[in-house]
C-alpha cells in the first residue's frame, strides 16, 4: 500500500486554511475525537482563541485494520453549547464520524454540530462541512510517525 507522509509544515498551512473557514461559521465549542482529532483541535482552538476545546474517544481502527465495532466513550458536558465543531484528522469511510453524530444529536438534541477535517474521502457516508483536501491514498501522520520511537 502506497503512503503518503504528511509534513508537519503541511499541516500548519491546512489549520491555517480550516481556521478561516471555522471563523465564518462561529463555533462556541470545538469537540476534538481522540487520538486523531486531539492535535488538530489544539491548533484549532488555538487559531480561533478558544479555551472551549474538549475531546471524546472513539476506536474504530487498530493501527491500519478496520476493527467490527465503534466505541464512542469519555462524551463530554456540552449542555451550555450551541454550535458544536467535532473535529478528527480524516473522514475515512464515514462510518465512525456518522456514529458519533448520532450519538452526540441523540444526547443533545439542541446542539447544532458540524465536522471539520484536515482530509475527506468523497465515497465517505458523510461529508465534512469544513474540510481541506481529498485523500488518495493512506496517510501517514507526522504525530502517528515522528514520535515513535
Not at 40 to 68: M, P, W
Amino acid at each position: 500500500m502506497e503512503k503518503y507522509y504528511y509534513s508537519y509544515e503541511e499541516f500548519l498551512k491546512d489549520v491555517k486554511e480550516l481556521s478561516l473557514q471555522l471563523r465564518v461559521y462561529k463555533p462556541d465549542t470545538l469537540l476534538a475525537v481522540a487520538r486523531g482529532g486531539l492535535t488538530l483541535g489544539h491548533f484549532i482552538a488555538q487559531a480561533l482563541d478558544t479555551r472551549r476545546l474538549f475531546s471524546l474517544n472513539s476506536i474504530h481502527y487498530e493501527k491500519d485494520r478496520v476493527l467490527d465495532t465503534i466505541e464512542i466513550f469519555n462524551i463530554p458536558d456540552l449542555n451550555d453549547a450551541k454550535r458544536v465543531v467535532i473535529i478528527d484528522d480524516i473522514v475515512d469511510s464515514g462510518v465512525t464520524l456518522n456514529e458519533i453524530l448520532k450519538k452526540l444529536k441523540q444526547i443533545y438534541p439542541n446542539c447544532e454540530f458540524k465536522l471539520a477535517t484536515i482530509f475527506y474521502k468523497p465515497t465517505a457516508l458523510i461529508e465534512a462541512d469544513f474540510k481541506v483536501k481529498e485523500a488518495t491514498q493512506w496517510i501517514d501522520f507526522f504525530w502517528e510517525v515522528d514520535p515513535i520511537v
